[in-house]
Each structure stands twice: as structure tokens, then as C-alpha cells.
């Protein structure tokens, strides 16, 4: 730095030199030839380097979004020009530019709270709750850090496809000198509350999120994330469906259980995800969240609580933000189911050059076979499911089972839009390195394995495989099969996507493993190359399959057809769409919306494998227990056959009841039961009692999302309190 005497305590700076180069930050206090400098760009701690390591920034405009220059950058936080606030991105366009990022020169919309960059998870035991928005415990620091800037006034209108005139929120500080996120978020008197509870705690992160979900994206600054611990004692205390922050009001939209690491004791922490959304106050333009949701589908029409729950839930799964894509309604078509039962589906079909112009034209793109979406589209509904690449079509396909919500009643003509949001691309990384081992190239040295499920290995214990050749099997010792000498011993195995048939023409009561080939699989005693195939979870003995495998063209299909098909990757297992039975329903009671299904073409396993007949003609698992059975009670309620004004309020009441939100842990007391009845019983996995639990698990299962309830044997009811 050629002028030192021109630094002062406060000054914008820029690293040139130095392990933090190219970042900018807020000089804090100076020593004769060294300063102390903090910055957002290196998690906000202070650091001391020397004066000659630093550029001061002399021109710097007094906004948050120029600190790498002294370049005025020209955006909407002045008043003293009459140039109109831009208007952030709709959903229409899938480039959301953040406010102040350091990275750039570039400052299109004001700050905002527009994503879940302020994450807050909230500890219920001793009522502290972390907040998105306060600084009450650390704004002076955080003032000083950012270097005690003007950041003027802001204004921003964020549109919402699906409304008319679409969500407007607007900031305009009384004072210049208060920075808008700082005023928009300051505590009250009494300090900031949520849900009745005192906020304490403030969480920053430095970089924008890399997952959006929904109606994240869809509310844009209006939405407002919080999250709760759930406690295995339950001592729940639910926030309140609004509140009150700063003036504007927040209502409940929506919540989501997610996974948040484990707990001490090795158990898995679980936490409630609640979304808010601000739906009036100073600047913002009041609006009805009922008819906004109604806008986008016809959730008033679902006839219970718990389906509408669920159906909102869906919107709450997150995508990488490079993975929401905008589309038209005239992108999609809808036909009819392509396999014999809408309750084994959830799989349509995507032309190959719209998924890999979709991810982005390089060799993942060109590997991909299958994605897992969320779509919303007010002329079309809500869908969920997995879509599979197909050749010949022109439209992304739609089959009934992929539909959850109708069409909105409400939206108008210009309500032509749909969102595509891919949650998961396969292959996996995991099976594309499985995939280059089968084909003879060793993985590199620092790809392992999962763990072997143990649940598997129950299943495989309960089907007549020993100790000794599990053991063998797990540890890997040897590939029994001439392809793999010479190869790194891995175990034959892979959880895969299961899918629809795209080429309509593999034969009735025959599967294609995609990746694999004739001499990597064993040989049944009809002759017939097979794997075993399962899905988790697998409880039920029957829950484990030994099924033949297509290698060769059959009849009816094209060589170059099936020359495609060969070319797949390893990753999916496809089913075949005919006959009257559809066959993802005869493997653990399956489906194909995303349904990860296990297969194994290890030779010695195999024919070790010795497999039950325990399904009805329906394809479900049987219990061979006929005692007279308790209900587990119903927490939902049905909601009127015409539209009930007050549906959102009834679904709200459903998402924070305690005695809802107590059955996700129902679900683990019935698996704990399930498994003393195992290890207790002579019998094993076929004790009549193990069989039970084991049904009244996988019913708790699907009883958030579908509503069924799960029944026990009265002599059973009270291991586990009901």
C-alpha cells in the first residue's frame, strides 16, 4: 500500500497479496505497520496482516454491494435520483441475483430475506429459539464490521407468477442512515419473539444457500424460515400459526420434518422446518395466503387436513437452485398409466435432449437416465415423481399416478407457467463409480462403499443365507465371477432408482437392471439370468425377491433399441408395464416415485437365497395373525366436500398438534418393538407377533402421507402405548 497514513479505523479495504487476496473487508483498529481487518468474505473473524497486503478503497458508494472496488455501483438503495427500483427476477427467470454479494459489482435488488440464509433452529427446552433477523445481541459489532455504512433507502417488488399483480414488498427506512436489513429486523423493547417465545440467538451465514425449495422461491422476500428441535420427551412447544415482527405480520405456510444430524446418544436428530410468509405490514402490499395457495392448485378441494399437509410438505423439498427451471404449460402432456396399477407408479417419461439440455449438455448430462421431480403449474396442478428418459417423444409426460393436487379454479389464462425442480439426478456419483467397476475399470482408491444395511442382512438371515457366507459377503473378500479377476474385490451390489418400462416392450414378469450384462449375473435353476431385488424398508421376510432379468433383445423390441437400452448406466432397475400385476407392488410393496430398490447379482448369495410366497393376489404382504385389532387414533380431520374458506386455518391447526406431530416417533417405538420380537421369538422374522409390529410399521409409514391409520393386536398396544 503506497499511502499507510491514509488508513484510518473504518476504512474499506481490499487484500492484494496474501492468503486472503482478492477479498474485501472493514479495517477495525491499526498498529504502526500492521492492521486489523474484518471480513464477511472469511466468516466475519478478524484478522491481522500487514498494511502493504491491503488497497484501500477511497471511492467507495455507501451501499452493501460495492466493496471490491471504488467503482460507484448503481442500485436502487439511492433517493436522490428518480431511477425506479428494478424488479428482482420472477419464477419465470432462474437467475435470482443477491442483493450484496462481495463477489461482484453487481446490486439488483436491496437486501432481503427472500431465502433460508438465516436458518433457525430453536432449542424448546430452555425456550431459545434462534432468530433470522435479530441483531440484537451482536448489531454493534456487526455495524462496525460492516464499517458503520449509509445504505440509504430501498425499494424492491418481487412478482409472483400466478397472481396478478403478484407479491410487492417494499423497504423505506424514516432514517437514511439505518441499513434496511438492520430496520426490517430490529428487536423490540422487550426483544424480538416468536410464537410468544423470546428470540436470543442470532445466526449469520456468509454465503447465499445452494438449495431452494418451492415456495422459497415462490414467495421470494416475503418468506421466513424457522426451525424447532423435536425432542424425544415431546416437551413441544408449538409456535403460533402468525406473529408479529417490526409491524408486519407473519402466517404459517407450511412445515417439514427434516434430518439434522445425530444425537449424542446415536439416535438422529430430527427438527420441524417451518416456512412463514409476510403477509402485510409497513411497505408490503397485504394479501390473502389462502388465495395465493389457491392460485397454484386446488388444495381446498383434497378432502382431509392430513392429504393437504402432506400435498404442502411436497412444495418444501429442496432442489439445488442451478436444478429449478421455468417452463410452459404446452412442455408437458398427459397420458395414460403405463403401469397396470396407478398405486405401483409415479414414473413419467422426458425426451433425452430436453434432460441433458436441462443439466447443463456435459458428459453427468449425457450420463443422466432418470430425475426425481417436484412440478407445479396452476393449469396442471401439483405432480411428484420421477421422470425417465425416453427416445421418440417431444413433451415431458405425465402419467395420473404422478398427480397430487388439481389444477387451480382461480388462475387465470396468463397463469401459463410451470416449475420444474429436480431434486435428484441419477445415477448417483455412488453408482457411477459401481457402474466403471462392472465394466472392468477400477474405482478410484478413494471410493468406499456404503456400509452394509442391516437390515438387509436381517432379511437375508430370515431367507436361509448363513453367518459365515454373510460375513464373507460383507468383509468383501473375494468377486466370485470370472469378470471381476483382476479387479478390486467390492461387494455385488446397488440401491437404484426404480422406473417405468420407456421402451414398453420387456416381457411380463421380467425386470432390466441397467449396467449390467448376461456374465455378471447368476443363473437361476430355469436357466434364466436373476438378481435379488428388494426395497427398503424391508421387514417382512416376503419383502425379498429373486427376479428374472432381461439380457438379451426379446421380441418386439428394435436392435437399436435395445442397443440404447444396453447403454444405460448402471443405476435403475426397470419393470416391466405389462400384465395385470404390476410388479412393484410384489417387492416390498413398492412404487416408482423415487423408491430406491436394492439388488444383489452376487453368484453365492443368490443361490443361497431361499424366497417366500407371502404376498395376497393384490401383490401386499400378508400377516398371518387374525386377533382383533386396536386403531391407532385419527389426528386429521375431513374437510367439507365444497371449499371451506377456512381449510388453510384447519391445516394449520394439523401441522402444529403435538399428537400429530408425536406419530413420526410412533413410527420408531414399532420398529424397537418389532425388533425385541425378533430377537425374543423362536420364531424370528416369522413369529406372529414380529409380523404385526412389523405391518403396523410400514402402515405408521404412510400414514403421514396418506392418511391410513395402523391397528395391533390388543396384547400388543401396550409395549408401545397405545
Same mark, same amino acid.
Given at each position: 500500500?503506497?499511502?499507510?497514513?491514509?488508513?484510518?479505523?473504518?476504512?474499506?479495504?481490499?487484500?492484494?497479496?496474501?492468503?486472503?487476496?482478492?477479498?474485501? #473487508?472493514?479495517? @477495525?483498529?491499526?498498529?504502526?505497520?500492521?492492521?486489523?481487518?474484518?471480513?464477511?468474505?472469511?466468516?466475519?473473524?478478524?484478522?491481522?496482516?500487514?498494511?502493504?497486503?491491503?488497497?484501500?478503497?477511497?471511492?467507495?458508494?455507501?451501499?452493501?454491494?460495492?466493496?471490491?472496488?471504488?467503482?460507484?455501483?448503481?442500485?436502487?438503495?439511492?433517493?436522490?435520483?428518480?431511477?425506479?427500483?428494478?424488479?428482482?427476477?420472477?419464477?419465470?427467470?432462474?437467475?435470482?441475483?443477491?442483493?450484496?454479494?462481495?463477489?461482484?459489482?453487481?446490486?439488483? @435488488?436491496?437486501?432481503?430475506?427472500?431465502?433460508? @440464509?438465516?436458518?433457525?433452529?430453536?432449542?424448546?427446552?430452555?425456550?431459545?429459539?434462534?432468530?433470522?433477523?435479530?441483531?440484537?445481541?451482536?448489531?454493534?459489532?456487526?455495524? /462496525?464490521?460492516?464499517?458503520?455504512?449509509?445504505?440509504?433507502?430501498?425499494?424492491?417488488?418481487?412478482?409472483?407468477?400466478?397472481?396478478?399483480?403478484?407479491?410487492?414488498?417494499?423497504?423505506?427506512?424514516?432514517?437514511?442512515?439505518?441499513?434496511?436489513?438492520?430496520?426490517?429486523?430490529?428487536?423490540?423493547?422487550?426483544?424480538?419473539?416468536?410464537?410468544?417465545?423470546?428470540?436470543?440467538?442470532?445466526?449469520?451465514?456468509?454465503?447465499?444457500?445452494?438449495?431452494?425449495?418451492?415456495?422459497?422461491?415462490?414467495?421470494?422476500?416475503?418468506?421466513?424460515?424457522?426451525?424447532?428441535?423435536?425432542?424425544?420427551?415431546?416437551?413441544?412447544?408449538?409456535?403460533?400459526?402468525?406473529?408479529?415482527?417490526?409491524?408486519?405480520?407473519?402466517?404459517?405456510?407450511?412445515?417439514?420434518?427434516?434430518?439434522?444430524?445425530?444425537?449424542?446418544?446415536?439416535?438422529?436428530?430430527?427438527?420441524?422446518?417451518?416456512?412463514?410468509?409476510?403477509?402485510?405490514?409497513?411497505?408490503?402490499? @397485504?394479501?390473502?395466503?389462502?388465495?395465493?395457495?389457491?392460485?397454484?392448485?386446488?388444495?381446498?378441494?383434497?378432502?382431509?387436513?392430513?392429504?393437504?399437509?402432506?400435498?404442502?410438505?411436497?412444495?418444501?423439498?429442496?432442489?439445488?437452485?442451478?436444478?429449478?427451471?421455468?417452463?410452459?404449460?404446452?412442455?408437458?402432456?398427459?397420458?395414460?398409466?403405463?403401469?397396470?396399477?396407478?398405486?405401483?407408479?409415479?414414473?413419467?417419461?422426458?425426451?433425452?435432449?430436453?434432460?441433458?439440455?436441462?443439466?447443463?449438455?456435459?458428459?453427468?448430462?449425457?450420463?443422466?437416465?432418470?430425475?426425481?421431480?417436484?412440478?407445479?403449474?396452476?393449469?396442471?396442478?401439483?405432480?411428484? #415423481?420421477?421422470?425417465?428418459?425416453?427416445?421418440?417423444?417431444?413433451?415431458?409426460?405425465?402419467?395420473?399416478?404422478?398427480?397430487?393436487?388439481?389444477?387451480?379454479?382461480?388462475?387465470?389464462?396468463?397463469?401459463?407457467?410451470?416449475?420444474?425442480?429436480?431434486?435428484?439426478?441419477?445415477?448417483?456419483?455412488?453408482?457411477?463409480?459401481?457402474?466403471?467397476?462392472?465394466?472392468?475399470?477400477?474405482?478410484?482408491?478413494?471410493?468406499?462403499?456404503?456400509?452394509?444395511?442391516?437390515?438387509?442382512?436381517?432379511?437375508?438371515?430370515?431367507?436361509?443365507?448363513?453367518?459365515?457366507?454373510?460375513?464373507?459377503?460383507?468383509?468383501?473378500?473375494?468377486?466370485?465371477?470370472?469378470?471381476?479377476?483382476?479387479?478390486?474385490?467390492?461387494?455385488?451390489?446397488?440401491?437404484?432408482?426404480?422406473?417405468?418400462?420407456?421402451?414398453?416392450?420387456?416381457?411380463?414378469?421380467?425386470?432390466?437392471?441397467?449396467?449390467?450384462?448376461?456374465?455378471?449375473?447368476?443363473?437361476?435353476?430355469?436357466?434364466?439370468?436373476?438378481?435379488?431385488?428388494?426395497?427398503?424398508?424391508?421387514?417382512?421376510?416376503?419383502?425379498?425377491?429373486?427376479?428374472?432379468?432381461?439380457?438379451?433383445?426379446?421380441?418386439?423390441?428394435?436392435?437399436?433399441?435395445?442397443?440404447?437400452?444396453?447403454?444405460?448406466?448402471?443405476?435403475?432397475?426397470?419393470?416391466?408395464?405389462?400384465?395385470?400385476?404390476?410388479?412393484?407392488?410384489?417387492?416390498?410393496?413398492?412404487?416408482?416415485?423415487?423408491?430406491?430398490?436394492?439388488?444383489?447379482?452376487?453368484?453365492?448369495?443368490?443361490?443361497?437365497?431361499?424366497?417366500?410366497?407371502?404376498?395376497?393376489?393384490?401383490?401386499?404382504?400378508?400377516?398371518?395373525?387374525?386377533?382383533?385389532?386396536?386403531?391407532?387414533?385419527?389426528?386429521?380431520?375431513?374437510?367439507?366436500?365444497?371449499?371451506?374458506?377456512?381449510?388453510?386455518?384447519?391445516?394449520?391447526?394439523?401441522?402444529?398438534?403435538?399428537?400429530?406431530?408425536?406419530?413420526?416417533?410412533?413410527? #420408531?417405538?414399532?420398529?424397537?418393538?418389532?425388533?425385541?420380537?425378533?430377537?425374543?421369538?423362536?420364531?424370528?422374522?416369522?413369529?406372529?407377533?414380529?409380523?404385526?409390529?412389523?405391518?403396523?410399521?410400514?402402515?405408521?409409514?404412510?400414514?403421514?402421507?396418506?392418511?391410513?391409520?395402523?391397528?395391533?393386536?390388543?396384547?400388543?398396544?401396550? /409395549?408401545?402405548?397405545?
Amino acid at each position: 500500500m503506497k499511502d499507510p497514513e491514509d488508513l484510518q479505523p473504518h476504512s474499506p479495504v481490499k487484500f492484494i497479496s496474501g492468503t486472503y487476496r482478492g477479498k474485501s #473487508g472493514v479495517v @477495525t483498529k491499526l498498529t504502526p505497520k500492521q492492521a486489523y481487518v474484518k471480513s464477511p468474505d472469511i466468516g466475519g473473524k478478524e484478522v491481522r496482516v500487514n498494511q502493504t497486503s491491503l488497497r484501500l478503497i477511497p471511492d467507495l458508494t455507501p451501499t452493501p454491494c460495492s466493496l471490491n472496488d471504488g467503482t460507484p455501483t448503481p442500485t436502487p438503495c439511492s433517493l436522490n435520483d428518480d431511477t425506479p427500483a428494478p424488479t428482482p427476477p420472477s419464477l419465470h427467470d432462474d437467475t435470482f441475483t443477491t442483493p450484496c454479494s462481495l463477489d461482484d459489482d453487481t446490486c439488483t @435488488t436491496p437486501p432481503s430475506l427472500h431465502d433460508d @440464509t438465516f436458518t433457525t433452529p430453536c432449542s424448546l427446552d430452555d425456550d431459545t429459539f434462534t432468530t433470522p433477523c435479530s441483531l440484537h445481541d451482536d448489531s454493534e459489532n456487526l455495524v /462496525e464490521a460492516m464499517g458503520g455504512l449509509d445504505f440509504g433507502a430501498v425499494q424492491s417488488t418481487h412478482q409472483l407468477p400466478g397472481s396478478r399483480e403478484g407479491f410487492t414488498a417494499q423497504w423505506s427506512p424514516p432514517q437514511a442512515d439505518i441499513p434496511p436489513w438492520k430496520l426490517a429486523c430490529s428487536p423490540s423493547a422487550k426483544g424480538p419473539s416468536f410464537g410468544g417465545l423470546l428470540l436470543k440467538k442470532t445466526v449469520l451465514r456468509n454465503r447465499e444457500p445452494s438449495e431452494k425449495n418451492f415456495l422459497e422461491d415462490w414467495l421470494g422476500p416475503r418468506a421466513m424460515t424457522h426451525e424447532i428441535d423435536l425432542l424425544p420427551t415431546l416437551k413441544l412447544r408449538i409456535p403460533e400459526r402468525s406473529y408479529d415482527d417490526n409491524g408486519r405480520r407473519y402466517e404459517f405456510v407450511a412445515a417439514k420434518v427434516h434430518e439434522a444430524g445425530a444425537q449424542i446418544w446415536g439416535g438422529k436428530k430430527k427438527v420441524l422446518r417451518l416456512l412463514y410468509a409476510a403477509a402485510s405490514g409497513p411497505g408490503l402490499k @397485504t394479501i390473502s395466503l389462502r388465495t395465493e395457495l389457491e392460485s397454484l392448485a386446488a388444495f381446498d378441494t383434497l378432502p382431509s387436513t392430513r392429504k393437504v399437509a402432506a400435498r404442502l410438505e411436497l412444495l418444501m423439498s429442496p432442489a439445488p437452485i442451478k436444478k429449478i427451471y421455468q417452463r410452459r404449460v404446452a412442455d408437458f402432456e398427459l397420458i395414460p398409466e403405463p403401469q397396470p396399477s396407478e398405486e405401483s407408479g409415479g414414473c413419467g417419461f422426458i425426451p433425452e435432449d430436453l434432460l441433458i439440455e436441462l443439466l447443463g449438455g456435459r458428459a453427468p448430462a449425457k450420463r443422466a437416465t432418470t430425475v426425481q421431480v417436484r412440478i407445479v403449474a396452476p393449469h396442471l396442478g401439483v405432480y411428484k #415423481g420421477i421422470l425417465c428418459r425416453k427416445r421418440g417423444i417431444e413433451k415431458i409426460q405425465l402419467p395420473p399416478s404422478m398427480h397430487k393436487v388439481g389444477p387451480s379454479l382461480i388462475a387465470g389464462s396468463e397463469a401459463d407457467w410451470a416449475c420444474l425442480l429436480i431434486t435428484q439426478v441419477h445415477p448417483t456419483t455412488i453408482n457411477t463409480q459401481m457402474g466403471k467397476w462392472v465394466s472392468g475399470v477400477d474405482p478410484p482408491k478413494s471410493f468406499t462403499q456404503n456400509r452394509f444395511s442391516l437390515m438387509i442382512e436381517k432379511l437375508w438371515r430370515s431367507l436361509g443365507v448363513s453367518s459365515t457366507l454373510l460375513k464373507e459377503y460383507v468383509a468383501a473378500r473375494e468377486v466370485r465371477g470370472e469378470w471381476a479377476k483382476g479387479l478390486r474385490a467390492l461387494r455385488c451390489e446397488a440401491w437404484v432408482v426404480g422406473a417405468a418400462d420407456p421402451t414398453d416392450a420387456i416381457p411380463e414378469g421380467h425386470i432390466f437392471v441397467t449396467g449390467l450384462k448376461s456374465h455378471h449375473l447368476p443363473v437361476a435353476e430355469d436357466g434364466q439370468h436373476c438378481v435379488f431385488l428388494t426395497r427398503s424398508p424391508c421387514v417382512k421376510p416376503g419383502d425379498g425377491r429373486i427376479l428374472p432379468v432381461v439380457t438379451s433383445c426379446p421380441e418386439g423390441m428394435s436392435p437399436a433399441v435395445w442397443t440404447w437400452l444396453e447403454q444405460r448406466p448402471l443405476g435403475e432397475v426397470l419393470f416391466s408395464n405389462a400384465g395385470s400385476r404390476p410388479m412393484p407392488e410384489t417387492v416390498a410393496a413398492g412404487d416408482l416415485d423415487g423408491d430406491y430398490y436394492f439388488v444383489c447379482w452376487d453368484n453365492l448369495v443368490v443361490a443361497n437365497i431361499q424366497p417366500r410366497e407371502l404376498q395376497d393376489a393384490a401383490g401386499h404382504n400378508l400377516v398371518d395373525n387374525q386377533e382383533s385389532k386396536v386403531l391407532a387414533k385419527e389426528t386429521a380431520c375431513t374437510l367439507p366436500s365444497q371449499s371451506d374458506e377456512d381449510w388453510l386455518g384447519k391445516v394449520h391447526g394439523h401441522m402444529t398438534d403435538v399428537e400429530v406431530l408425536k406419530e413420526s416417533l410412533m413410527i #420408531g417405538k414399532l420398529y424397537k418393538a418389532m425388533e425385541r420380537k425378533s430377537a425374543s421369538s423362536p420364531l424370528g422374522a416369522d413369529g406372529p407377533d414380529y409380523l404385526a409390529f412389523a405391518d403396523a410399521y410400514l402402515q405408521s409409514i404412510d400414514r403421514g402421507k396418506h392418511g391410513n391409520s395402523f391397528s395391533l393386536p390388543e396384547h400388543l398396544c401396550v /409395549e408401545v402405548g397405545m
